[in-house]
């Protein structure tokens, strides 16, 4: 069902399966296009799988990781 909700959510829900990992990092993206909105749909998507990020916006999506200094560390992305 929630599967086809959002636009490539196959290939998401087919690469989370495979992966030790998942880690969050769309930033803020571009004001419109729904970011928040979608964030909620994918993280919806993944279930009860533990999710990361590298920090927090100022508007606490998860950063971007070309926007991140080096050195930062995953931390766990709380989407309760």
């Known amino acids: 069902k929630g599967v086809k ?3 490539g959510a196959k290939p998401i829900v087919e690469t989370a399966e495979k992966c030790s990992r998942i880690v ?3 930033g ?5 296009i ?8 994918v993280v919806k998507l ?10 927090r916006t100022k508007s606490g999506m ?3 990781p070309l926007f991140v200094k ?6 766990e992305y709380d989407h309760a």
Do not use: F, Y
């Open 5 to 7: 909700a959002i636009a």
């Open 24 to 26: 969050l990092g769309c």
């Open 28 to 32: 803020n993206g571009v004001p419109g």
């Open 34 to 41: 729904g970011m928040t909105e979608r964030l909620t749909s």
């Open 46 to 55: 993944l279930g009860q799988r533990q999710l990361w990020c590298l920090g």
């Open 62 to 64: 998860p950063g971007h």
């Open 70 to 75: 080096s050195d930062t560390k995953l931390m």
